[in-house]
């Protein structure tokens, strides 16, 4: 599997362009993943269904699979914090890209995200993970780079360059041992 890190300042159109990709990695025969890091506690249950009362009860792990969906929770006994590298270990060995959002001071190879009119500093002059530049302000980054510069707005040309790139985002697991 491939993996690429979708990074930069809140706000910047991180989750748009994850959304847009998808369909356009789809469109190109690709099966995608998403690998999302939360900082808050959230939900994807509801109270009263079966797997929120198993979960209520005690369960550590509920799964849930229907023949459209299936759905793993695990509840932690006190907050620990895994790492992106835990997560992909979690996947299903069969998709062709994960697109990571979150983790942004992994060492992954990042696509960032960049908009002048945020007016935050970018990644890409500090980070040696950044491996491109997904902006709509082209001609306002503050530093010059010799990093590919795509446009932000055209998902399908992005993903057409990340299947140009071969095996660049191939995912070796023990690459990152920790």
Not at 69 to 83: A, D, H, I, T, W
Not at 98 to 104: A, K, M, Q, T
Request: glycine letters at 6%; charged letters at 20%; hydrophobic letters at 40%.
């Amino acid at each position: 599997m491939n993996v690429l890190l979708i990074a930069g300042c809140s706000g910047s159109g991180k989750t748009t362009l994850i959304e847009q990709l998808i369909p356009a990695l789809k469109a190109l025969g690709q099966r995608v993943s998403v690998v999302k890091h939360a900082h808050h506690r959230f939900e994807m249950d509801h109270p009263g269904k079966d797997t929120w009362r198993h979960r209520e009860a005690g369960a550590f792990e509920v799964v849930a699979a229907s023949p459209q969906r299936l759905v793993l929770q695990r509840e932690f006994e006190r907050p620990v914090e895994l790492s992106v590298h835990h997560l992909l270990a979690e996947l299903y060995s069969g998709v062709d890209w994960v697109l990571v959002e979150g983790y942004r001071d992994s060492n992954l190879p990042k696509l960032e995200v960049w908009r002048q009119v945020h007016g935050q500093p970018p990644m890409y002059p500090n980070d040696p993970f950044v491996a491109a530049i997904a902006t709509d302000s082209e001609a306002r980054l503050p530093q010059p780079t010799g990093l590919p510069l795509l446009n932000l707005n055209q998902a399908a040309d992005v993903a057409r360059w990340m299947l140009s790139q071969g095996d660049r985002f191939a995912y070796d697991a023990s690459q990152y041992a920790e």
